[in-house]
């Protein structure tokens, strides 16, 4: 087995493998280095539901140049965070932030920021109170608000009706996002990819319209496309 644990964050690990299959094992699928199945960093065999999910992870291994980059490998991570989940510890991360939540807290002005807010991010907050009944506090202040305690409780039964793979895409969406009701409106089919990323991005994107993209090492590209990894 190689366990994923010794493969250094900062993508300064040199690829030490040729070959990469995809192998049957169980009722699941792993990806094989050089015939050497994978282990989580919490040493959990490496087992994902399908050929294609186990096949896109092989492909982000298999394209690796001479370093290993895991920041470049999105599959990759989001099923060895769905193997090693805490549920407890993520859902209770996630309601944590629910009264900080980024699409609650808007701008006045300038008025196409707030245009662009009100675009992409009611649809989300609309889902939850049409759906669900849920009453979602907004502010164009900087006071922190305080969502219901019963609203939480119905965010919290929405992340717990997800099994552990949805549960890591919900994770990786509000990471983005800095927003648990949008990952949660994700993995619950209410927001496809393009909108996600729109809702996410908002802000940013609203600035490069504005004052135009920078190009090079040190401009948008990464900030713009990376996000658009993960959450894809």
Known sequence: YINVAGIKP?????KFYKEVKILKMGTGYTVTLDGRPLLTEDKHQFIVPTASVASAIAYEWQTQGEFIKPFLMPMMSL????????????????LKYVDTDS????????????KMQKKYWDPVLNYFREDHDLEIHTTEGIATLSQPATTKMKLADLIDD???FEL?????????????????????GK????????????????????????KG?????????YPRLHIS
């Open 162 to 164: 997800t099994c552990n």
């Open 103 to 114: 699409l609650c807290y808007r701008v006045d002005s300038p008025a196409s920021l707030a």
């Open 191 to 214: 927001v496809n990819i393009k909108e996600a990323y729109n809702a996410a991005m908002a802000e940013r994107l609203f600035q490069v319209r504005k004052w135009g993209e920078v």
């Open 168 to 188: 890591a895409c919900l994770k990786a969406v509000s990471q983005v996002g800095y927003s648990t009701l949008l990952g949660i409106a994700v993995v619950h």
């Open 79 to 94: 099923a060895a965070t769905a193997i090693d989940v805490d549920r407890n510890k993520i859902t209770e991360k996630l």
């Open 217 to 225: 090492p040190f401009g948008h590209g990464i900030e713009l496309e």
């Open 10 to 14: 900062n993508g300064t690990t040199k």
